[in-house]
């Protein structure tokens, strides 16, 4: 998919969408592959935990506003752009965090990240069924892959939080 999306960003460089689709496939991979399992540190055994920890949080932080602008892109008009300036300011202090930074400071913002990205989600996905109210292109498969997404993220931000009693999550809504 990312590969996909790329050559189509690449081919139609006008249409960020496929673009802010393939970072959003990037943020996926690195969360998933780094997060709850420890692969890179088997392969680099020397790798130092904030090293590791910022990859991590880097890609979790970026996860809400790379979707956001993700559907501010494919559907152009819908969302406004003075929210759209924010989203990238705040994504911009996220990410600088994680940069700067030790872990044993950012690792304290991701609660107040997990707050604000709420009506982060519930903004795209009211802005998704607007886009299918409007009959926009394969709206309706992008407001049913918001819907699976947005719930799997929810569900995960519950389980890392121990708020949800589960032994295993498979984000299975990635399939999606």
Known sequence: MILTHFILFLLNRK?????FFVILCICSFIYLYL????????????????????????AAFS?????FLFNHYLYPGLISKKICTIVKIAWGIFVLSVLIFSTS????????YE?????????V???SHVA???????????????????????IEILFE????????IVPSYLVF
Do not use: C, H
């Open 125 to 127: 996905l009211v802005k």
């Open 161 to 168: 939080n121990q708020i949800l009693p589960i032994t295993v």
């Open 35 to 58: 997060r709850g399992t420890r692969y890179l540190l088997g392969f680099f055994p020397d790798l130092e935990w904030d090293f590791y920890s910022k990859f991590l949080f880097a």
């Open 115 to 123: 707050i604000l990205i709420f009506p982060l989600f519930l903004y």
């Open 63 to 67: 996860y809400g506003p790379v979707l």
């Open 105 to 112: 400071f950012f690792i304290k913002l991701l609660p107040i």
């Open 132 to 154: 299918f109210k409007n009959q926009k292109k394969g709206s309706l498969v992008t407001l049913i892959g918001m819907v699976i997404l947005i719930i799997g993220i929810i």
């Open 15 to 19: 249409d960020w969408s496929n673009l």
